[in-house]
């Protein structure tokens, strides 16, 4: 059974660039959050999405959004990046989404490094 | 708003020993409370997930604790191995699949 997939592995860009991180969970579930992850402020959340749907939403600028596909693909996007967007996004996916009722499985993350 | 703590932030023993990872957390309505290890420049691998309804998960040598009511949890290692060194990283959900993670505890197990 695959487990979660985050594409690219690693990227570099420049300020004021955008970026699209993807996410393809384990077959058959259908709730995808993302994480960013940094050396200050540790793993914070981002959002969640669920049936294509943002469920959840964290405490991070409009120029982070997402979106989920039917096959329940995801993608983040971040716009006019800056030096602190610097981070490993982690990606994790569950069933239903059921509050508490699943464990959570995290990808590899995307390691993005602003310039 | 929930804050998870974690202490010590690093750790380093020698191989064989038992050692506590210590979690606290600041609302005591929870789902559930995760213990996950992160390796350097890797995802997260989930260690034990405890409901709140329980009060300690075992998966091998490693046995973790959950005391909502103080806001406290406790990872447990017994016979560590240098393959054990790691960071852990504990996660409380509140809801709507948003965990709060600590910031996590470096542990070094050397040989």
């Known amino acids: 059974k695959a487990g979660v997939t985050q594409t690219p592995r690693y990227l570099i860009k420049t300020r004021g660039q955008q970026v699209t991180l993807s996410c393809s969970p384990i077959?058959?579930?259908?709730?995808v959050s993302w994480y960013q992850q940094t050396p200050g402020q540790g793993l914070q959340f981002l959002f969640e999405?669920?049936?294509?749907?943002?469920?959840n939403k964290g405490n991070f600028p409009g120029r982070f959004s997402g979106r989920q596909f039917s096959n329940s693909r995801s993608e983040m996007n971040v716009s006019t990046l800056e030096l602190g967007d610097s981070a490993l996004y982690l990606c994790?996916?569950?069933?239903?989404?059921?509050?508490?009722?699943?464990?959570?499985?995290f990808g590899a993350g995307s390691r993005l490094t602003v310039l | 708003k929930q804050e998870v703590t974690q202490i010590p932030a690093a750790l380093s023993v020698p191989e064989g020993e038992n050692l506590v990872l210590n979690c606290s957390f600041t609302?005591?309505?929870?789902?559930?409370l995760q213990w996950f290890r992160q390796d350097p420049g890797k995802g997260l691998t989930s260690l034990l997930l405890i409901q709140s309804s329980q009060r300690e998960q075992t998966s091998g040598r490693l046995n973790a604790s959950l005391d909502k009511s103080s806001g406290r949890s406790t990872l447990y290692i017994a016979a560590s191995q240098p393959g054990d060194s790691a960071t852990y990283l504990c996660a409380v959900d509140g809801g709507s699949e948003k965990l709060v993670f600590g910031k996590g505890t470096k542990l070094t197990v050397n040989p």
């Open positions: 999405y669920f049936s294509e749907t943002q469920r």
């Open positions: 609302d005591s309505a929870i789902y559930n």
């Open positions: 077959s058959g579930h259908r709730s």
């Open positions: 994790a996916s569950s069933m239903d989404g059921i509050s508490g009722a699943n464990v959570l499985t």
